[in-house]
């Protein structure tokens, strides 16, 4: 795989290509312009934010925020062992089997890594 391209680059092309690499998104020339320009754009607006003076300027919390809207923290039963396994596309010996992710190839559903 290329390496990722240097930081100090403008985004461009070969980032958002590189990037959809790891994703594995599939993206064409066009479409990888488009939104280096647009990436490009963005960096630059965020640059130009860091660069704001903003000592002693107290942050912005809206009186709908400042009350606390999260819910205290509470001790519930967890899903039934049985039930979880019993839904699953596949299961063994107790446990649930995914396919693998990470790996070139694609396994199929219940297949050892």
């Not at 993206?27 to 002693?56: F, I, M």
């Not at 049985?82 to 699953?88: F, K, T």
Request: glycine fraction near 8%.
């Amino acid at each position: 795989m290329k390496k990722q391209p240097e930081s100090d680059e403008p985004a461009g092309a070969r980032r958002v290509e590189w990037v959809a690499r790891l994703a594995r998104l599939q993206v064409n020339s066009a479409e990888a312009e488009a939104l280096g320009r647009d990436l490009d754009g963005v960096l630059e607006h965020v640059s130009a934010l860091q660069a704001l003076k903003t000592e002693g300027v107290r942050p912005f919390v809206p009186e709908a925020v400042a009350a606390d809207p999260w819910r205290a923290d509470e001790v519930v039963p967890g899903l039934d062992r049985a039930a979880a396994l019993q839904a699953a596309p596949v299961a063994r010996d107790g446990q649930l089997w995914v396919p693998r992710i990470v790996s070139g190839r694609d396994a199929e559903p219940g297949e050892p890594s």
